[in-house]
């Protein structure tokens, strides 16, 4: 008897320590999405369990009020908020900005909403696919579906309400698109009187605005000088408007130029170089330009021609030189050894096949958010003292981190971000944000 109960003790002890390591084993467990690494702790959660506390199967479907916010009617207006501190933004994280987007509420009619299907090149190529205009608002040019539906940019409730997300993604820099007065893109039509509206809405929520100069017919060195005045006279003394410190303490405006490379070097130099014709160095419109690098052969371009410093903007990796992850440090060495400031451009996938139906090749699948893991990942391998974002809302080209949701009609089924919440890309942001904000104190140590 005496043995029997000895058995039976040495059993429950063997179970009871099984048990116990069992328990410290599962305690030491990490996930292994690839974020972990970059953001230890952060795990997004199913749209259902995060609402309700609860696990939640993949084949759970959303809540209806999420699928019915994707009306295209305006966003309700939203009451003010005092004005947060700076410490809930960082200055080092730029986003691409974009504000054609029109209703016929406000606009009279829609605009790049119903963004016409774009040829080919090739006309054998291009007859294989569809023509014509997008037909909102259930039929948009874009893959995936805004949760504020098809909005207008003039709306001041739709600008309140990004303002509010860009903050919950901790983006302390919008990059506006800009076009000088009266002129725009194809597809749509002046905005630039939004400037006032946008740096207003800026401020209340501590984020800053700058300025990435389109390429717009006529362009060249001569008429961005004529722009970069314009918007320093008329912009510049907003407590919104962006200044970048050098380190030699100089506080300094700060502009991206899009396709830089359209203009020849030489003509850029007479702007950008302190003997230029017209140059703007060393004169109250001084400012740090950004050159758009896509070929590695515009590396040496940039420099002689007097750029500050490269970004990359497309968000699909592979698509350019300039765009592949691999390449960045190769770029960031270059830029190093020229005292050239290196801006990688990150992005949550790249889909435009609902304007370009014959560029599927260019697609890049977000991979529930991995996608944008690994290019946040790529940036701070690299160490850059800023990145950009692209983007807040091309969703033509399904970059967006703007929240959408899911949206199914009668002849179309959008992308979404399910599991996850319409909030998933502004989330991963912040958290991103974060831990790049500690790793770049460990650089300065």
Same mark, same amino acid.
């Given at each position: 008897?005496?043995?029997?109960?000895?058995?039976?003790?040495?059993?429950?002890?063997?179970?009871?320590?099984?048990?116990?390591?069992?328990?410290?084993?599962? @305690?030491?467990?990490?996930?292994?999405?690839? #974020?972990?690494?970059?953001?230890?702790?952060?795990?997004?959660?199913?749209?259902?369990?995060?609402?309700?506390?609860?696990?939640?199967?993949?084949?759970?479907?959303?809540?209806?009020?999420?699928?019915?916010?994707?009306?295209?009617?305006?966003?309700?207006?939203?009451?003010?908020?005092?004005?947060?501190?700076?410490?809930?933004?960082?200055?080092?994280? &730029?986003?691409?900005?974009?504000? *054609?987007?029109? $209703?016929?509420?406000?606009?009279?009619?829609?605009?790049? *909403?119903?963004?016409?299907?774009?040829?080919?090149?090739?006309?054998?190529?291009?007859?294989?696919?569809? =023509?014509?205009?997008?037909?909102?608002?259930?039929?948009?040019?874009?893959?995936?579906?805004?949760?504020?539906?098809?909005?207008?940019?003039?709306?001041?409730?739709?600008?309140?309400?990004?303002?509010?997300?860009?903050?919950?993604?901790?983006?302390?820099?919008?990059?506006?698109?800009?076009?000088?007065?009266? %002129?725009?893109?194809?597809?749509?039509?002046?905005?630039?009187?939004?400037?006032?509206?946008?740096?207003?809405?800026?401020?209340?929520?501590?984020?800053?605005?700058?300025?990435?100069?389109?390429?717009?017919?006529? @362009?060249?060195?001569?008429? +961005?000088?004529?722009? +970069? =005045?314009?918007?320093?006279?008329?912009?510049?003394?907003?407590?919104?408007?962006?200044?970048?410190?050098?380190?030699?303490?100089?506080?300094?405006?700060?502009?991206?130029?899009?396709?830089?490379?359209?203009?020849?070097?030489?003509? *850029?130099?007479?702007? %950008?170089?302190?003997?230029?014709?017209?140059?703007?160095?060393? $004169?109250?419109?001084?400012?740090?330009?950004?050159?758009?690098?896509?070929?590695?052969? &515009?590396?040496?371009?940039?420099?002689?021609?007097?750029?500050?410093?490269?970004?990359?903007? #497309?968000?699909?990796?592979?698509?350019?030189?300039?765009?592949?992850?691999?390449?960045?440090?190769?770029?960031?060495? #270059?830029?190093?050894?020229?005292?050239?400031? #290196?801006?990688?451009?990150?992005?949550?996938?790249?889909?435009?096949?609902?304007?370009?139906?014959?560029?599927?090749?260019?697609?890049?699948?977000? !991979?529930?958010?991995?996608?944008?893991? $690994?290019?946040?990942?790529?940036?701070?391998?690299?160490?850059?003292?800023? !990145?950009?974002?692209?983007?807040?809302?091309?969703?033509?080209?399904?970059?967006?981190?703007?929240?959408? +949701?899911?949206?199914?009609? %009668?002849?179309?089924?959008?992308?979404?971000?399910?599991?996850?919440?319409?909030?998933?890309?502004?989330?991963?942001?912040?958290?991103?944000?974060?831990?790049?904000?500690?790793?770049?104190?460990? *650089?300065?140590?």
């Amino acid at each position: 008897m005496v043995r029997l109960r000895r058995r039976a003790c040495l059993a429950l002890f063997l179970c009871a320590l099984f048990v116990f390591g069992t328990l410290m084993a599962l @305690r030491t467990l990490k996930p292994s999405d690839g #974020f972990s690494a970059l953001a230890p702790g952060l795990q997004l959660q199913p749209l259902a369990a995060r609402r309700h506390g609860v696990a939640a199967g993949d084949g759970e479907e959303p809540p209806r009020a999420e699928v019915q916010a994707a009306s295209h009617q305006p966003a309700a207006p939203r009451s003010p908020q005092p004005a947060p501190g700076p410490e809930g933004v960082s200055s080092a994280l &730029h986003a691409f900005y974009y504000t *054609w987007y029109g $209703t016929p509420r406000f606009d009279s009619r829609y605009l790049h *909403w119903d963004h016409v299907m774009v040829p080919h090149w090739d006309p054998k190529i291009s007859a294989s696919y569809p =023509k014509g205009r997008h037909s909102p608002p259930d039929d948009l040019g874009a893959s995936f579906y805004p949760a504020l539906g098809p909005y207008s940019s003039r709306d001041p409730a739709v600008l309140e309400e990004h303002m509010t997300q860009l903050r919950a993604a901790a983006i302390g820099v919008v990059v506006l698109s800009w076009y000088p007065p009266g %002129l725009a893109d194809d597809n749509g039509e002046p905005s630039e009187s939004l400037v006032p509206f946008i740096l207003d809405a800026a401020h209340r929520y501590a984020i800053k605005v700058t300025f990435h100069i389109q390429p717009y017919k006529g @362009r060249d060195d001569n008429t +961005v000088h004529k722009n +970069v =005045k314009y918007i320093l006279d008329r912009y510049g003394t907003h407590e919104a408007f962006y200044r970048y410190k050098t380190s030699m303490g100089r506080s300094l405006p700060l502009f991206y130029i899009y396709d830089s490379y359209l203009t020849p070097p030489e003509a *850029w130099a007479n702007l %950008l170089t302190p003997s230029g014709s017209h140059s703007l160095r060393n $004169t109250p419109y001084d400012a740090i330009f950004i050159a758009l690098l896509v070929d590695e052969g &515009h590396k040496h371009d940039i420099l002689s021609a007097g750029y500050d410093g490269i970004y990359t903007y #497309f968000a699909s990796n592979g698509f350019s030189y300039g765009s592949s992850h691999q390449n960045w440090k190769a770029i960031k060495a #270059f830029c190093d050894a020229n005292n050239l400031l #290196f801006i990688p451009s990150v992005g949550p996938g790249y889909i435009d096949t609902s304007i370009r139906p014959w560029n599927n090749h260019n697609t890049r699948n977000r !991979v529930n958010g991995k996608y944008y893991e $690994t290019a946040l990942q790529a940036a701070l391998t690299v160490r850059p003292e800023i !990145v950009s974002i692209t983007s807040f809302n091309e969703w033509h080209e399904g970059t967006q981190i703007e929240k959408a +949701v899911p949206k199914k009609t %009668l002849t179309r089924l959008y992308l979404d971000y399910l599991p996850h919440q319409p909030d998933m890309y502004l989330e991963l942001t912040r958290r991103w944000a974060e831990h790049y904000s500690k790793e770049k104190e460990q *650089w300065l140590m």
